[in-house]
Antibody
């Protein structure tokens, strides 16, 4: 059974750094066809992809947040960590850790999110 | 910012058929990238509903179906049930904006 569970602070002060940990089970972080992404949803708004760490350790980031974001993984702990620096009230959101699968359609590699964590609401406020 | 546009809401009576559109552009759906759909019930984790335009993961009822044409995609729900009341999002890849994976604006389905 695949599960992902986010953990981290529920309240962060402006300018602080947010560190979220995702602990996975049911699959391996060095599985060649399974990666992990972080996605967030501000209250009342749509989903936003933030970062993706591939099984080969390559990283991709939402460009507008690239200077503030870091994604990493610890295979031995089955954990993926996301850090977001210089937090702002606009970063208030539910943050989801998501398993990212892909397939070759013959034209492109297509990525989608097949398992989601329950999410953790992070509020940025002084 | 969302680059995939969905209607804010759709509604239908139990048993009816509803469809949700997802309109993109030549840099995402129109470029040939596939579309995936998610169901989000309040207070729960989003759930993969359709991947690769029209494929259902194991456990998803065949009442849900997807299609894609040109720069748009659609999700259809036939035999609408009360448990289908949720927010639905489409997702694809975009080669032009600085976001690898783009989501739709979201559609709230209400069962009357």
């Amino acid at each position: 059974q695949v599960t992902l569970k986010e953990s981290g602070p529920v309240l962060v002060r402006p300018t602080e750094t947010l560190t979220l940990t995702c602990t996975v089970s049911g699959f391996s972080l060095n599985d060649g066809k399974m990666d992990v992404s972080w996605i967030r949803q501000p209250p009342g708004k749509a989903l936003e992809w933030l970062a993706h760490i591939f099984s080969n350790d390559e990283e991709s980031y939402r460009t507008s947040l690239k200077t503030r974001l870091t994604i990493s993984k610890d295979i031995s702990k089955s954990q993926v960590v996301l850090t977001l620096t210089n937090m702002d009230p606009a970063d208030t959101a539910t943050y989801y850790c998501v398993r990212t699968a892909y397939y070759d359609s013959g034209t492109y590699y297509n990525y989608y999110f097949d398992y989601w964590g329950q999410g953790t609401l992070v509020t940025v406020s002084s | 910012q969302s680059v995939l546009t969905q209607p804010p809401s759709v509604s239908g009576a139990p048993g009816q058929r509803v469809t949700i559109s997802c309109t993109g552009s030549s840099s995402n759906i129109g470029a040939g990238y596939d579309v995936h759909w998610y169901q989000h019930l309040p207070g729960t984790a989003p759930k993969l509903l359709i991947y690769g335009n029209n494929n259902r993961p194991s456990g998803v009822p065949d009442r849900f179906s997807g299609s894609k044409s040109g720069t748009s995609a659609s999700l259809a729900i036939t035999g609408l049930q009360a448990e289908d009341e949720a927010e639905y999002y489409c997702q694809s890849y975009d080669s032009s904006v600085n976001v690898l994976y783009v989501f739709g604006t979201g559609t709230k389905v209400t069962v009357l």
